[in-house]
Nanobody, 122 residues
């Protein structure tokens, strides 16, 4: 069982930056693939970034602005968000799984955090 707790969300002006953190419980954090998803009001949950093995991935819409990193010693994965835009406003979720497959598919994740709100004002 893995518990995930996100933090770092908030209100920021367009062009600003935030760093989201996702702290995981458990002793086998380094074997899990991790993902960041977001869900805006009235929209479906979408993949933002993920980490599998030694490889990070980001979706095209945030590439060059968002970066995912992880610190296995701290059982934490981060989402560094720069040059934020109003369309980045959403609840951001951290997810973990211990199975192979495409990082973009939310249905493959076994564990989810409670989410953290990110609001970007224009």
């Amino acid at each position: 069982q893995v518990q995930l707790v996100e933090s770092g969300g908030g209100l920021v002006q367009a062009g600003g930056s935030l760093r989201l953190s996702c702290a995981a419980s458990g002793r086998t954090f380094n074997r899990y693939s991790m993902g960041w998803f977001r869900q805006a009001p009235g929209k479906e949950r979408e993949f933002v970034a993920g980490w599998s093995g030694f490889n990070p991935y980001t979706t095209d819409s945030v590439k060059g602005r968002f970066t995912i990193s992880r610190d296995n010693a701290k059982n934490t994965v981060y989402l560094h968000m720069n040059s934020l835009k109003p369309e980045d406003t959403a609840v951001y979720y951290c997810a973990a799984r211990d199975r192979p497959g495409d990082l973009r598919y939310s249905q493959l994740y076994d564990y989810w955090g409670q989410g953290t709100q990110v609001t970007v004002s224009s």
